[in-house]
């Protein structure tokens, strides 16, 4: 185990951690107190309670939102291999017929892998900009 300082909303914080975890407790860190002056900067706190009850919900928000693009992403891929399933259990024919429908779910699962790619990358950015 091991030690990590973590300052946030100005205090000190010691976490403890696996060996080799260190980096990623301190990154997390770093974002977790920049949406905290984020949001304290918005004002919408009474107190420093209140941020973090309002920082806890905006995180809270944001993997909500990963986690619903994950399931409809998981939710299209089964489709598509439903379909697939089908489709080598038709004639040629139809088979034919029905890789256009596939073509159809490829790009949506690619589309809504895309989405969560742009909002990890702009969570990281965040990240980035504030740690800088």
Partial sequence: MEDVKLAINGRMYAIACDDGQERRV???GRYIDARLKEIGRAGGASNESHLLVLTALVLADEIHDLREDLENTMRALR????????????SPENAKMSANSSDSADLQIADAINGIARKIAAIADRVDQKAA
């Fill in 79 to 90: 489709l598509k291999n439903i379909e697939a399933a089908k489709r080598e259990s038709e």
């Fill in 26 to 28: 301190s990154m997390l």
